[in-house]
């Protein structure tokens, strides 16, 4: 029997051989049961930033973090992650702060985080935060785990008239 390799990661894979009308003798025992033991490393999980955007008068729109795994995993991966303050802060309403997890199911090898970024109409600094990922099940962390981006101002100087 030939075990076909891969690379990607996956779990103990187990097969059976069953034997069948043997000729001249007699079978004590018809079946073997045999294991594929994974030799692959589970993928890396990165994180990229997300592309600047303006902020907006009202409502709120997504930031898009990347993720991406550095190779297919046979398992589900489970990408832990929060938002952390930088200059922009969840307090004074410009992102929504947010700890949830992103499941990447098997064969999957990216997808987003989204963050909404809240609008509004004062006159502020361009403002960065960051989204860090905790933890990682089923893969390991590259770099350091953490993105961020920037809240371009798009509110003008106040006039008085």
């Known amino acids: 029997m030939l075990v076909n390799g891969d690379l990607a990661f996956e779990l103990t ?17 018809g079946q073997g049961v045999g294991s594929i033991s994974n030799d692959d490393p589970g993928p890396s999980v990165s994180i990229a930033d997300a592309a600047p955007s303006t902020e907006g008068n009202s409502g709120s729109k ?3 973090f990347p993720v991406t795994l550095s190779n297919a995993s046979g398992v589900m991966v489970v990408v832990r992650y929060q938002t952390m303050d930088g200059s922009a802060t969840a307090a004074n309403a410009d992102f929504t702060a947010k700890t949830d997890s992103l499941k990447l199911l098997p064969g999957t090898v990216s997808d987003t985080i989204r963050i909404n970024v809240v609008g509004d109409t004062k006159l502020e600094d361009d403002e960065t935060f960051f989204v860090n990922i905790t933890s990682v099940t089923g893969g390991t962390i590259a770099g350091t785990g953490t993105a961020q981006t920037t809240i371009l101002n798009d509110d003008g100087i106040p006039q008085i008239r």
């Open 13 to 29: 894979e187990a097969f059976s051989v069953n034997l069948s009308s043997p000729a001249n003798a007699s079978i004590a025992d």
């Open 62 to 64: 997504a930031s898009k």
